[in-house]
């Protein structure tokens, strides 16, 4: 059976297994993978979703009632999937807090119905379901770097760098496109001149990062606005012998000291399309004079607005690579045929403006 996976707005990506209708996509650093025909949600961060609500409809009921509870809800806060089943299709909605039950039973009642009583309600044991989503999955090479998980070490082999990450409360596994694309730009651009300064926006289970310093040895900053990302990130870090290559920050986007008034020769930003565009000046004053800009978490539609974002502040495209309906852009600041922009003076960076 063919899979769907439906974006707000955006035609279905499909791939072999079972069906996965839509969701809602997070104002968040991750996104969506699927593996062995298991959904895993990738952004609304596991130790944050407190309670999910399930209930079995039609196709069509389906369709609807995720766009609007997609639409009602606080992306950072909701995710909504629904996948064909035997009995129909099973809509699950996750919640970081506590919903009213009472209200979200009247807001989908107009369109399944009585069937508004039949919703479920339940707690969310947050390890149980983020290792049951990262059951399975196969290791995922870019180059020579092979990212996998301790049952798979024996596939290792003498010349890769070996990334061992494992199932957490943080997300980034190389598995989804996103992060994969991010993998490939790394080693396409190391190949061609190796970065000696580098950051990592948004860096998750700091895959980006380490990654990065495992295989060029140089020093990475890392940072999170979740603090259970970076204790992750740094577990993990430790664990594939980069720990003293790798400085870490909790705080949105560049706002830290680590990361503001400086600038890197590399910077990677796999986010989400919005937080992205609002963050173009910002991610902007990071880049070095004739430093690449990675960027991620895109859908195709998202691009043409990203692009714009980005080349008003003096960046050109050097490089689309787009994998399982995402698309990973390598930018350049000061590449061929950049837009005039007006100049940021020092003070403009370092306030974000």
Same mark, same amino acid.
């Given at each position: =059976? ?33 593996? @062995? ?15 999910? =609500? ?8 389906? $369709? ?38 009472? =209200? ?32 399975? /999955? &196969? ?17 290792? &082999? ?26 490939? #730009? ?27 310093? +495992? ?6 900053? #890392? ?14 870090? +430790?664990? @594939? ?14 706002? @830290? ?21 609002? =963050?173009?000046?910002? /991610? ?22 990203? /692009? ?9 495209? #050097? ?13 350049? $600041? ?20």
């Amino acid at each position: =059976m063919a899979e769907e996976i439906w974006f707000a707005g955006a035609p279905p990506v499909r791939k072999p297994g079972r069906a996965l209708f839509w969701r809602s996509v997070f104002a968040s650093p991750r996104t969506l993978a699927c593996a @062995n025909g298991v959904a895993m949600i990738e952004g609304l961060q596991p130790h944050k979703a407190t309670r999910i =609500m399930r209930l079995v409809t039609d196709e069509g009921s389906a $369709r609807m009632t995720t766009e609007i509870l997609g639409e009602i809800f606080d992306p950072v806060e909701t995710a909504v999937s629904a996948f064909e089943t035997d009995q129909g299709w099973l809509l699950e909605a996750y919640f970081a807090h506590p919903p009213d039950e009472a =209200m979200i039973r009247d807001i989908i009642r107009p369109v399944v119905g009585d069937a508004a009583d039949d919703a479920v309600f339940d707690d969310i044991r947050e390890q149980d379901w983020v290792k049951a989503s990262l059951d399975g /999955l &196969k290791p995922v090479r870019s180059g020579r770097i092979l990212v996998y998980g301790s049952h798979d070490r024996a596939v290792v &082999k003498a010349n890769d760098v070996p990334l061992e990450i494992e199932a957490a409360l943080a997300f980034g596994t190389g598995h989804h496109g996103t992060t994969s694309g991010c993998l490939d #730009a790394l080693v396409r651009l190391a190949n061609r001149r190796r970065p000696q300064s580098i950051l990592d926006v948004g860096t998750g289970t700091g895959i980006l990062a380490i990654a990065a310093a +495992k295989w060029l040895r140089v020093p990475v900053i #890392a940072g999170d606005l979740d603090p259970t990302a970076i204790a992750v990130a740094a577990a993990n870090a +430790k664990a @594939n012998g980069v720990a003293s290559l790798l400085t870490y920050y909790i705080a949105p986007g560049v706002e @830290n000291a680590h990361a503001r008034g400086r600038t890197f020769e590399l910077v990677f930003a796999n986010i989400l399309a919005r937080p992205l565009r609002l =963050m173009a000046v910002s /991610l902007a004053c990071a880049v070095a004079p004739g430093g690449n800009l990675v960027l991620s978490g895109l859908l195709a539609r998202d691009v043409p607005g990203v /692009l714009a974002a980005y080349r008003a502040q003096g960046f050109a495209l #050097a490089e689309r690579r787009d994998r399982e309906g995402w698309a990973a852009l390598v930018l350049r $600041r000061g590449g061929a045929a950049p837009r005039p922009v007006k100049p940021r003076s020092a003070k403009s960076c370092r306030q974000g403006r």
